[in-house]
């Protein structure tokens, strides 16, 4: 009889108790391959340290500030992650939150210009898709070494040029060209006409899947193109190699950011600290060649020759004003599209 009643007993208290309710981060990633890897390195690992459930909202960067911008007064997502610049708009518009370095465990082990906009609202630089000079090493008997090597002879009737208007790694390749011709932000006349000398040999494109096939059936061998796209033409069997010109590679980047607004700030700031360790850093440019922004990312021998590593290689990346480009490219496409105008 005492047994049962203590049992009876265990169970009402066991039944009044509250469960403590599992907490929720959403975020977004960008589907695919990527998200399988991004779930990989961070998501996963990330709910099992901390215990939490984090729920993926599948929406590319342009999907996601527009959603930032609908909800700004009740926003939905806690961390939002952004390529191609657009973290700078975000932050402008206070969709996003300052973080201190104080807040990061991982700050110091961090390139400065990972880090330099965190206390204005932009998200720290986990990953970087660096625009250089793509190459077929068959075919093309002098590796080019300069944005230059793109007027070369030999090269005429095998390069492709990406539409700059339609693509953002073709609008940071033009702006690389621009800059090694001699123009700056407020002057891409020199560019222009650098891309409109090279037309009558080259084939123009809008999409990657082109590259692979202009290479892949011989009509290219040297394009303007990233880093990690020249990963994915080496897996098809293709013999491609990356190379940073010597005026320098412009990059895109990959940046996590704190919505505005959320409750659970504490948290996000915890999965955005988890997202830029060394160990994800070193993952990101194993499995899809972006490169790494954390300086404590030790790269195997093989796949730090196919990216942009170590400190050296760093101060020759180029940044361009997200926010000028925004502002400029309503004009700069119409200034583009006269200059390839047949």
Same mark, same amino acid.
């Given at each position: 009889?005492?047994?049962?009643?203590?049992?009876?007993?265990?169970?009402?208290?066991?039944? @009044?108790?509250?469960?403590?309710?599992?907490?929720?981060?959403?975020?977004? @990633?960008?589907?695919?391959?990527?998200?399988?890897?991004?779930?990989?390195?961070?998501?996963? /690992?990330?709910?099992?340290?901390?215990?939490?459930?984090?729920?993926?909202?599948?929406? &590319?960067? @342009?999907?996601?500030?527009?959603?930032?911008?609908?909800?700004?007064?009740?926003?939905?997502?806690?961390?939002?992650?952004? @390529?191609?610049?657009?973290?700078?708009?975000?932050?402008?518009?206070?969709?996003? *939150?300052?973080?201190?370095?104080?807040?990061?465990?991982?700050?110091?082990?961090? &390139?400065?210009?990972?880090?330099?906009?965190?206390?204005? *609202?932009?998200?720290?630089? &986990?990953?970087?898709?660096?625009?250089?000079?793509?190459?077929?090493?068959?075919?093309?008997?002098?590796?080019?070494?300069?944005?230059?090597?793109?007027?070369?002879?030999?090269?005429?009737?095998? !390069?492709?040029?990406?539409?700059?208007?339609?693509?953002?790694?073709?609008?940071?390749?033009?702006?690389?060209?621009?800059?090694?011709? *001699?123009?700056?932000?407020?002057?891409?006349?020199?560019?222009?006409?650098?891309?409109?000398?090279?037309?009558?040999?080259?084939?123009?494109?809008?999409?990657?899947?082109?590259?692979?096939?202009?290479?892949?059936?011989?009509?290219?061998?040297?394009?303007?193109?990233?880093?990690?796209?020249?990963?994915?033409?080496?897996?098809?069997?293709?013999?491609?190699?990356?190379? %940073? /010109? #010597?005026?320098?590679?412009?990059?895109?980047?990959?940046?996590?950011?704190?919505?505005?607004?959320?409750?659970?700030?504490?948290?996000?700031?915890?999965? !955005?600290?988890?997202?830029?360790?060394?160990?994800?850093?070193?993952?990101?440019?194993?499995?899809?060649? &972006?490169?790494?922004?954390?300086?404590?990312?030790?790269?195997?021998?093989?796949?730090?020759?196919?990216? %942009?590593?170590?400190?050296?290689?760093?101060?020759?990346?180029?940044?361009?004003?997200?926010? #000028?480009?925004?502002?400029? +490219?309503?004009?700069?496409?119409?200034?583009?599209? +006269?200059?390839?105008?047949?």
């Amino acid at each position: 009889m005492r047994t049962l009643l203590l049992c009876g007993m265990a169970a009402a208290v066991a039944f @009044s108790t509250p469960t403590l309710a599992q907490q929720e981060l959403v975020i977004n @990633s960008f589907g695919g391959s990527y998200e399988k890897l991004h779930r990989k390195l961070v998501i996963t /690992p990330f709910e099992k340290k901390y215990n939490v459930k984090v729920k993926v909202v599948t929406a &590319y960067s @342009s999907a996601t500030l527009a959603q930032l911008r609908a909800q700004r007064t009740n926003p939905q997502y806690d961390v939002a992650h952004f @390529s191609g610049g657009l973290e700078a708009v975000a932050a402008k518009e206070k969709l996003l *939150g300052p973080i201190k370095p104080s807040e990061l465990t991982n700050y110091k082990d961090m &390139y400065p210009f990972a880090v330099a906009g965190i206390e204005q *609202g932009r998200g720290p630089v &986990y990953s970087v898709a660096v625009i250089g000079l793509l190459y077929n090493t068959k075919s093309v008997k002098k590796p080019p070494t300069s944005w230059q090597d793109l007027k070369r002879p030999d090269l005429r009737g095998r !390069i492709l040029i990406t539409d700059a208007a339609s693509n953002t790694y073709g609008m940071l390749g033009m702006l690389m060209m621009n800059r090694a011709a *001699g123009g700056t932000m407020d002057n891409i006349g020199p560019g222009l006409a650098f891309v409109k000398g090279l037309l009558p040999h080259a084939t123009l494109i809008s999409k990657s899947p082109e590259i692979q096939q202009n290479f892949a059936q011989g009509n290219a061998w040297i394009a303007a193109y990233a880093q990690d796209y020249a990963f994915t033409l080496t897996k098809a069997g293709l013999p491609v190699k990356f190379i %940073v /010109p #010597k005026e320098g590679a412009a990059f895109a980047p990959i940046t996590i950011n704190l919505v505005a607004g959320r409750k659970n700030r504490d948290l996000a700031v915890k999965f !955005i600290d988890f997202s830029i360790r060394a160990e994800a850093s070193r993952g990101w440019a194993i499995g899809l060649r &972006y490169s790494p922004t954390n300086k404590a990312a030790k790269l195997p021998a093989d796949v730090a020759s196919q990216v %942009v590593y170590g400190p050296a290689a760093v101060k020759k990346l180029v940044a361009f004003d997200a926010l #000028k480009i925004g502002k400029e +490219r309503p004009k700069w496409n119409e200034a583009w599209k +006269r200059a390839i105008a047949k």
